[in-house]
């Protein structure tokens, strides 16, 4: 991550305002760097690939039809049409365009009701060197040149790289383009009187929405949604509405970036995340390291056709590790869970995307191919296990549990409980059961779909009690302020070993947003926010005062201990944080002012946590 200095007004909201020269601080958050591709299969167990079509000119882009043709756009401007498992004749346009570099046909969308006014629209590069938005009349499968409408055109002219980029209709019922920052005027991504390092919205016919953000900003590009992007070369729509771009990174990092009215996302500033910085922080980057990266695809998945578990996952490609990789988020797309190498040999990838039939669509420019990933299966259940309590003298009252046991598609499963005492087995979800006899007993859970079947296994000891724990700092509804160093500590007691020593203790510390515990990468391993740290009784560690934290955030600090016997119990403490209120005012009603990179119009109030920093600039 680029280090950089600039001079910004840091509120303190303890209700104290200071002017301060800051670092961007280096934050692990959301953002790991990348291992080699290990030896392995292709795609995940119950995948396939099949290849539609090959021999394509440097494929770019594709959009589905709601007739089932699907056209696939080159860099050199020719607009093609898959139809029946093949390319088909005649292609529907080549466009004056110059294809050289990064340029060319680069975006490619057709309207909601295309079938019966067959308007397509295109981002590309003119021959006279410009980026622009254009639609076209599509006819019989064929787009007279005489049909283009001009939409926007830059007013500068184009470089060899960054230019115009993906164009979509939006759950909105919007148009949506992407245009990179024309580098090397990297310098256009923070200024709003032109196009270049930006997001722009139109209404269908060309026109400006009236929601756009910047529409009475004087001297503004009324169309520009977003900013501060270096090359937001390909963006998705999540389920959720919002859209994702991909944000091809220079020398540190590769960013998904969710889409805000007014959002500036820091470029040329920075790459990566960064504290309280005055830009909005990725939803999710990775590194350079080990491996160079060039972020080049993205879809976020909202269909049936593939297992559950992608319910909340984003694809990507990148171009240069030629693979396609599965984010996984929270139920809001705000929080990344993991990130795996779901296709590792996608080659060029140059567009992605979700078909109407739920299996993923891409080309790949240099290899000229365009591919089809689907679900074939068959794939296995989760099983899992656990029981309360595990411990304690017989007879011993147990209550099982198969929660988080789960089917691929959600579909009701079979259960089948060996408790590991000769007993008769249970077919129920979540059984009871009683052990008479002293012992220790590995109970045993099947599930099952068909000829699908995984087991999972829990322990109970019979004739042993767990130790006693409790923490005794920090207190109970302890509250914290950013920046605070937080004590903890603990006692525990045990039947067997009497007072637990040192060596018993295991302290973690995790941080909660949006209800998840966020991941935190150290070289590709995730790890909690802090610790695990064993053999300790107490402790600290500091709270952060950057964005990370806000009013809905708290920390969980978790502590495990356990006896001679392998017994362990786990106790949690909860620490929210000291909330407050700021507000921005104006003399001008409905001025506009930007909070970390975030546009805003006064009166503005908002809830925090007392001694979190946040950027407050002008327009």
């Known amino acids: 991550m680029k280090r950089i200095f600039k001079s910004k007004l840091l509120l303190l909201f303890n209700g104290l305002l200071i002017l301060a020269i800051f670092a961007v601080p280096f934050v692990v958050n959301s953002i790991r760097s990348h291992q080699a591709h290990a030896a392995g299969p292709e795609l995940p167990p119950g995948f396939a690939k099949t290849q539609l079509a090959n021999g394509l000119k440097h494929p770019t882009v594709l959009a589905f039809a709601p007739n089932g043709d699907i056209y696939i756009g080159e860099q050199a401007g020719t607009i093609l049409i898959y139809r029946n498992g093949a390319i088909v004749s005649p292609a529907v346009i080549t466009l004056n365009t110059d294809g050289a570099a990064e340029k060319g046909l680069l975006g490619l969308a057709l309207d909601p009701n295309f079938a019966t006014n067959g308007y397509m629209y295109v981002s590309y590069t003119t021959l006279d060197e410009h980026a622009q938005l254009s639609r076209f009349t599509v006819q019989n499968g064929v787009a007279n040149p005489s049909s283009e409408v001009i939409y926007m055109k830059g007013n500068q002219l184009q470089n060899p790289h960054h230019s115009a980029n993906d164009v979509h209709i939006g759950p909105d019922g919007k148009l949506w383009w992407a245009v990179g920052d024309n580098v090397p005027s990297i310098t256009n991504a923070e200024t709003l009187i032109n196009i270049y390092g930006k997001i722009l919205r139109f209404n269908l016919d060309g026109t400006i929405p009236s929601d756009n953000p910047f529409l009475k900003v004087p001297g503004a590009v009324p169309a520009i949604y977003a900013y501060g992007l270096r090359n937001p070369f390909r963006f998705t729509f999540l389920p959720n509405g919002k859209a994702m771009t991909i944000d091809t990174g220079s020398s540190y990092w590769e960013e998904m970036d969710t889409i805000q009215p007014g959002g500036n996302y820091g470029w040329d500033f920075y790459e990566g995340s960064c504290g309280s910085c005055g830009y909005i922080n990725p939803a999710y980057a990775y590194g350079h390291l080990p491996i160079d990266g060039a972020s080049s695809a993205i879809a976020a998945y909202s269909g049936s056709a593939f297992p559950n578990q992608y319910s909340h996952v984003v694809f990507f490609g990148d171009y240069n590790r030629q693979d396609i990789e599965a984010v996984t988020f929270d139920a809001t797309y705000s929080t990344e869970i993991s990130d795996t190498v779901f296709d590792n040999s996608a080659g060029t990838i140059a567009d992605l995307k979700e078909g109407p039939d739920g299996n993923l669509y891409y080309v790949s420019i240099f290899e000229g191919t365009f591919s089809k990933i689907s679900a074939v299966g068959p794939f296995s259940p989760v099983a ?46 979540n059984p009871s059961h009683t052990y008479t006899t002293n012992g220790t007993y590995t109970a045993t859970l099947t599930v099952s779909r068909g000829t699908q079947t995984a087991t999972a296994s829990t322990k109970v000891v019979v004739g042993n009690t767990p130790p006693t724990a409790s923490i005794t700092s920090p207190a109970v509804n302890a509250t914290y302020n950013g920046g605070d160093s937080i004590s903890f500590s603990g006692t525990a007691t045990d039947a067997t070993d009497g007072t637990l020593p040192a060596s018993a203790y295991t302290w973690q510390a995790d941080f909660y947003s949006n209800g998840v515990a966020q991941p935190f990468y150290t070289s590709e391993v995730a790890h909690p926010f802090y610790g695990p740290v064993t053999g300790v009784t107490s402790g600290s560690f500091q709270i952060p005062q950057d964005l990370s934290n806000s009013a ?18 786990v106790v949690t403490r909860d620490i929210h944080p000291h909330q407050t209120s700021w507000s921005v005012n104006t003399n001008i009603p409905g001025a506009a002012y930007v909070v970390d990179g975030t546009w805003h119009t006064t009166p503005y109030t908002t809830q925090d946590g007392v001694g979190i920093q946040h950027v407050l600039s002008g327009v």
């Open 384 to 429: 899992a296990a656990s029981a309360s309590p595990n411990a304690g003298l017989a007879s011993l009252a147990v209550q099982f549990s198969s929660a988080g046991s789960s089917e691929p598609y959600g579909l009701p499963l079979a259960y089948s409980w060996d408790f590991g005492d000769g007993s008769p087995v249970s077919t129920d979800a």
């Open 552 to 569: 809905s955030t708290f920390y969980r600090i978790t502590m495990t201990v356990v006896d001679s016997l392998g017994i362990q119990t």
